[in-house]
């Protein structure tokens, strides 16, 4: 059973900063590459960054130089670290694995909710 638990998300004003963390589990971690994506309501989900087993990341415009995503395979954890935030980060952010290009597993946490204030 793959499960995937994002944690880290909350209320925080314009320019601040929030780490979010995501523990998968009933996967290989460490031979899969990670992806953090969010959804805003009435928004259709959109990558944020993404991160190769081999560690190579890639990053969408809109967050690029911002946001930093890492993983530690010890812990089969994938961490983004979101600095100078604006209200536009304000989402639902989820993690997922993808194992055959850019594609998602059908299996999605719960996600977790970041709030960015004016």
């Known amino acids: 059973q793959v499960q995937l638990v994002e944690s880290g998300g909350g209320l925080v004003q314009a320019g601040g900063s929030l780490g979010l963390s995501c523990t998968a589990s009933g996967i290989t971690f460490s031979r899969n590459d990670m992806a953090w994506y969010r959804q805003a309501p009435g928004n259709q989900g959109e990558l944020v960054a993404r991160?190769?087993?081999?560690?190579?990341?890639n990053y969408a415009d809109s967050v690029k130089g911002r946001f930093t995503i890492s993983r530690d395979n010890t812990k089969n954890t994938v961490h983004l670290q979101m600095n100078s935030l604006k209200p536009e980060d304000t989402a639902v952010y989820f993690c997922n694995a993808h194992k055959t290009g850019f594609v998602p597993m059908d299996f999605w946490g719960e996600g977790t909710l970041v709030t960015v204030s004016s």
């Open positions: 991160i190769t087993s081999g560690g190579s990341t």
